[in-house]
């Protein structure tokens, strides 16, 4: 508070700018941005607090309710408190699919974080001029559909599609072409695709974030260009690493356009089993009590994440 | 590949188009003349639309599903603004159980009485009370000859290890554990766990042999040569094979499926009045043939037969002679428990 007071001050005194006695309104107003008034901080928050009560809050509880509900004729809901939707969920019959979705987002993090953190180096490190507009290239998938996206792929790497036909008749280097729908390596290649920027973004706000005097002070003290990296840059990245690495794991787990589309019979993930519960299985109870199962994963997810940086940050200052 | 791109811009736009019935029905102002019809994809000929809607002026917002329980559900969550609907029969206790659907009013519809007496009392609606045949077909198997050393006559074809990774088996409850349960030579409208769980262990070993699970996109992979046999539906396979000379349709010797969809009124529906016009289109004999000629499927419109295509008349993969019929049945009705027990199996398999 009172470095924004000096701030103001050193803007110059408001009747500079004015030439007039600051009204009760005025003060009311700078005192409110400057944060001087607790009712004002409630105030400032509550459009966000609604929304977020209104359309994230109420439907996790209605989900939460509908998971302890059973399933009646034809899929309508009988108001009768049972927790049968949590014993079937955790049967065996349905771990597999756990440990698959699990692997998949596993395997899809750690190609984004191998494919991302170079880029996100030379991004913070060699194109100063160029960043805005790698940044942007980078960004480009957001700006179609994902669907539309989704779609392309399919063009793209169908049995006769533009690989396959460039390889097999254009070039003629495969005699057979390549099956590449329908398995699980381009499924999680979609998830690398759509969930890449993901990573890269939060990697290159820490990685940019890392002062060039301490790598320079590294190598004055004799330390080689690997020993600089391991030492000095990846410690200071960490929190960009934890954070990509999250950011791309949750929305993975979930995920199911992509599993649906590039995928097959084997590669049905937790999304798809969810989906499935409230379109063809009619079983919105069943479904509910998977998507809290997958709630409560990915919030202990974000739980072990904010631990993980409270200790980078402790590790930070010692 | 053009084949690919057309197919998927249709589904594109479906999901686009689901959201379009419900704005249009927030929309104010005159009321137009139209009507929003919910249908399965791929499932009317190109120029009855258009033809009804110079006709009478009434604008038909169309809108499509690939999956019927799709369709279901968005009833069942309270979507609006759908008038009239195709419907399959096992669906039509469902939808008269959830009050989703309006009797048909018999008085308003001049041409009701073209159906085909045969389709004129079903099990799931006697009398017709609340849906009108539109178009029936059956289960069975589609494939590509040119790939097959020979043609399969059996479900057990589907289960063939030879043809590992070019199966396709469509993605539906009703048709996967139903046909599996077929193939075991159980009955068709099993009830016993055991029986069940036979037909699941059955899918399970067939699951390691299927490309996907599909109820739309099998054809265009069986027309690419992706896929060889797929588990399929009559009219979809002999649509195909006007363009691909060498997929051909079997019923299996162990017997399978005909279902008959059915238009339906929904219940309560905006554009009532105009939804009861379009079903009169339909029923006349030339739009009834002109639908079942462009479709494949056959028409339970009695008055249109005469008018069908010769090929589609005669050909006992859509007329199927008595000899095969006596091996086709309908999806069994199903008590809730029973139907739930079928899509627990269905879905333990697809989980594995």
Known sequence: MARSEGDVAALGPTESLSRREPGPFDRLLSSVLRG?????????????SAWLVVFLLAPILLILIMSFTARGPYGMLLWRFTTANYVRALTPAYLPILLRSLGYAGATTALCLLLGYPFAYALSFYFEERRGMLIILLMLPFWTSCLVAIYSWIIVLGREGLVNELLVHRFGLLSAPIQFLNRPATVIGGLVYFYLPFMVLPLYGSLEKVPHSYIEAAKDLGANPFQTFWRVTWPLSLPGVYAGSILTFIPCVGDFLTAEFLGGPRTYLLGNLIQNQFQ??????????????????????????????????????? | MSAVTRRDFIRLALLAGAFGPAWAACSRGPRKRQVNFFNWSNYIAEETLPGFEKETGITVNYDMYSDEEEMFSKLKAGVQGYDLIVATDYMIPRLKTLSAIDPIPHDLLKNLGNIDPKFQNPDFDPGLQFTVPYLWGS????????????????????????????????????DDIGCALVMLGLPADAKEPAQLEAARDALLKQKKLVKHYSSSTYIDELVSGEIWLAQAWSGDVLQASRDNKQLDYVIPKEGSFIWVDSLCLIRGAD????????????????????IANAKRFASPNGAATKLLDASLR????????????????????????????????????KVM
């Not at chain 1, 001087?36 to 966000?48: D, F, I, K, M």
């Not at chain 2, 009705?333 to 333990?348: F, M, S």
């Open chain 2, 314 to 349: 005669q050909d006992p993969r859509v007329y199927p002679p008595p000899d095969i019929a006596k091996r086709l049945r309908f999806y069994p009705p199903l008590d809730p428990d029973t139907e739930e027990l079928w899509n627990r199996t269905w879905q333990e398999v």
């Open chain 1, 280 to 318: 063809m299985a009619q079983d919105w109870p069943f479904g509910s009590a998977m998507a809290m199962i997958l709630v409560a994963l990915l919030a202990g997810g974000l739980l072990l994440y904010q631990r993980l940086e409270r200790q980078g940050v402790e590790a930070g200052r010692v």
């Open chain 2, 139 to 174: 289960t069975g198997i589609g494939y590509n000859k040119s790939k097959m050393p020979k043609p399969p006559s059996s479900w057990k074809d589907l289960w063939d290890e030879r043809y590992a990774g070019k199966i396709s088996a469509l993605d539906n409850t009703r």
């Open chain 1, 36 to 48: 001087e008034r607790t009712w004002a901080s409630h105030l400032l928050v509550a459009p966000t």
């Open chain 2, 271 to 290: 554009h009532r009045e105009e939804s009861l016009q379009l079903i009169d289109y339909i029923l006349r004999p030339e739009v009834g043939a002109q």
